[in-house]
């Protein structure tokens, strides 16, 4: 049964970084591309980019770009996402999700993260 | 950059077929995807590749792509089929979802 499992709530203030963690289980997590997609409350899907967790390749979606970082960490399967000087509209639960490199689908989404951004 | 838009809003008796569009720049040359996304609850997989369906995902639910417009239709919607509907698409090596359609079922 594949599974990816997020860490936990996370409250910060303006101008900080936070880090998600996404742990995947019941498949080999190298196989499949993880990928970031955040939704902000009452809002729409809004991805943001990927990492290849087999050679720690990534792209990240323009609108992040400078001020996200994905990594992974394969010894444990899990998958991180970096979000740096937080503003209140980042406000928003993170996702992960898994791709299946062939249909290049997202088939299996982990729980979320919600991160709030308040002073 | 590329943008996929649907409709903000669909409705749909119960027994009825509901249809949510998608809508994107030659969207017929790349492949569609949709999501369900209940409240509070993390996005499924319903369609892939245009038109086909997951494991698990029941028949009423199908998917058709051309032309510049991606369709989902849910034949025979059940109630419980009330949700957020999001289509996305690749463009090139970056993704995009549309806006999302909230399908109410009365």
């Known amino acids: 049964q594949v599974h990816l499992v997020h860490s936990g709530a996370e409250v910060k203030n303006p101008g900080a970084s936070v880090k998600v963690s996404c742990k995947a289980s019941?498949?080999?997590?190298?196989?499949?591309?993880i990928h970031w997609v955040r939704q902000a409350p009452g809002r729409g899907l809004e991805w943001m980019g990927w990492?290849?967790?087999?050679?720690?390749?990534?792209n990240y979606a323009q609108k992040f770009q400078g001020r996200v970082t994905m990594t992974r960490d394969t010894s444990i399967s899990t998958a991180y996402m970096e979000l740096s000087r937080l503003r209140s509209d980042d406000t928003a639960v993170y996702y992960c999700a898994r791709v299946v490199v062939g249909t290049r689908a997202f088939d299996y989404w982990g729980q979320g993260t919600l991160v709030t951004v308040s002073s | 950059s590329y943008e996929l838009t649907q409709p903000p809003s669909v409705s749909v008796s119960p027994g009825q077929t509901a249809s949510i569009t998608c809508s994107g720049d030659k969207l017929g040359d790349k492949y569609a995807c949709w999501y369900q996304q209940k409240p509070g609850q993390s996005p499924v997989l319903v369609i892939f590749?245009?038109?086909n369906r997951p494991s698990g995902i029941p028949g009423r639910f199908s998917g058709s792509n051309s032309g510049n417009t991606a369709t989902l239709t849910i034949s025979g919607t059940q109630a419980m089929d009330e949700a957020d509907y999001y289509c996305?698409?690749?463009?090139?090596?970056?993704?995009?979802f549309g806006g999302g359609t909230k399908l109410t079922v009365l």
């Open positions: 019941g498949y080999t997590f190298t196989d499949y591309y």
């Open positions: 996305q698409a690749w463009d090139s090596s970056t993704v995009v």
């Open positions: 590749q245009d038109n």
């Open positions: 990492i290849n967790p087999n050679s720690g390749g990534t």
